[in-house]
């Protein structure tokens, strides 16, 4: 069964740095990858999606790597800013049919990036 | 291209009170789903859809919570009777089909507290 962790599960900076968020998963028989970010008790924003075939996807100052074999993903954000505080959650979606094709989602890492 | 509308935005109610949210996908978007998160943890599925038919309602509480989508389009969440601990997020998103290679699109959620 598909486990999603995502350590640390909270993480305060200070404005300027350029941090890393984990996310690891338990079987590498994954379709893609998705990183999400939530802002307080709102809905959900696709950041970027990783096939599994790809290493990396990059979108202005956020990159995401994936690394199957090992189960992991990592979400880069350079140069954090006040407004990149939120909950950034990831997302697999397992190369099955018998599982609906579903996301297994993380708990989340809650970023605050202090001014 | 119009998003996945979701209202109301906020409800608050008192337990053992009902309470339905309504979802409308993306145009011609066939499967929907429905997902509760609670705070400081992943989303978890309570049903899929495709069209009007029910793919998985594995992790719907049938005691109190149903869902329908009856012409294959709209759907309505409801909760009868709701307790504390159904405070959430109610997260619709849809996808143009279940296949594996369809990204899901997420509404911007119902915040529920139940006091």
């Given at each position: 069964k598909q486990e999603v962790t995502q350590i640390p599960a909270a993480l305060s900076v200070p404005e300027g740095e350029n941090l890393v968020l984990n996310c690891s998963f338990t079987d590498s028989a994954i379709y893609n990858l998705q990183w999400f970010r939530q802002d307080p008790g709102k809905g959900l924003t696709s950041l970027l999606l990783i096939q599994s075939s790809q290493r990396e996807q990059t979108s202005g100052r956020l990159n995401a790597s994936l690394d199957k074999s090992s189960g992991r993903s990592t979400l880069y954000i350079a140069a954090?800013?006040?407004?990149?505080?939120a909950t950034y959650l990831c997302a697999v979606k397992n190369r099955y049919p018998d599982s609906n094709y579903q996301l297994i989602w993380g708990a989340g890492t809650k970023l605050i990036i202090k001014p | 291209e119009a998003g996945v509308a979701q209202s109301p935005r906020y409800k608050i109610i008192e337990k053992r009170q009902s309470v339905a949210f309504w979802c409308n996908p993306i145009s011609g978007h066939a499967t929907l789903y429905w997902y509760q998160q609670i705070l400081g943890q992943g989303p978890k599925l309570l049903i899929q859809f495709q069209n009007n038919g029910v793919v998985d309602d594995s992790q719907l509480p049938k005691d109190r919570f149903s869902a329908e989508r009856l012409k294959g389009v709209d759907s309505t969440l409801k909760i009868?009777?709701?307790?504390?601990?159904?405070s959430a997020v109610y997260l619709c998103a849809s996808s143009f089909s279940g296949g594996v290679t369809y990204e899901q699109y997420f509404g911007p959620g119902t915040r529920l507290t139940v006091t």
């Open positions: 954090s800013q006040p407004g990149d505080s | 009868q009777p709701a307790k504390l601990e159904d």
